[in-house]
């Protein structure tokens, strides 16, 4: 039976087209949206999607609906502009995504079986994406990854592709030697090198770390993501507990706040 509480999708998603064509209309629309081309856009689109990651770390389900709904603003905003030059619009788009999807699973929209292991559906998988990059005249194995990723993300992604062709260490032991390697040579260039020489022995030790969380089977961004939020948590515990001194951090010392640290590590383990 149909909620007739519940939103007709079609509806909602013409009446979002038909605001933004609104708003970039350029006689009456708003002036700030009219300025913006596919480049400013751009940041903001990468900054909603983050966003939705954050409400779904927290578990925010209330405001996930509002995040998802600025990210697909970000696609209408993108093919608005775009339909405004003549390359595409939003039904584009979707055609888009729909194609892709059903090509992609034979063994749902097609013939094939779905009884396979998921192993075999990786390898069909990475060999339909083949044709996909060939028909995109992509030849190279590590063609076709976004440079826009965030640097963490990209470098994952461009180790999983090496790794389909062979290009990888056969587990974790053998990263954490070279993360050992990297590290002394980042010392080393700290001593007796120059700052191009130390940025790129730095950025060396990141993209071994990167790998290591491929063969840990973690996702470095979202481990980054948490740790950034426990780092803000027990920070925050710190101002409070200077606060009911009258205090703020400036006017401490890092062995105290060490000590305040340590104590809320502490309370937060005794929670679990």
Sequence with gaps: MTDPD?????TEIARLIDIMAQLRDPASGCPWDIEQDFASIAPYTIEEAHEVADAIDRQAWDELPGELGDLLLQVVFHAQMADEKGLFDFADCAAAISGKLVFRHPHV??????DKSAEQQVRDWEAIKAVERAGKAEQGTLDGVALGLPALTRAVKLQNRAARVGFDWPGATEVLDKIAEETAELVEARDSLGPEALEEEFGDLLFVMANLARHLKIDPEQALRRANAKFTRRFRTIEAALATQGRRP???DLTEMDRLWNEAKAAEKAAQ
Excluded: C, M
């Design 109 to 114: 929209f097609g013939t094939e079986s779905r």
């Design 250 to 252: 400036e006017d401490s």
């Design 6 to 10: 519940r939103r007709d999708a079609a």
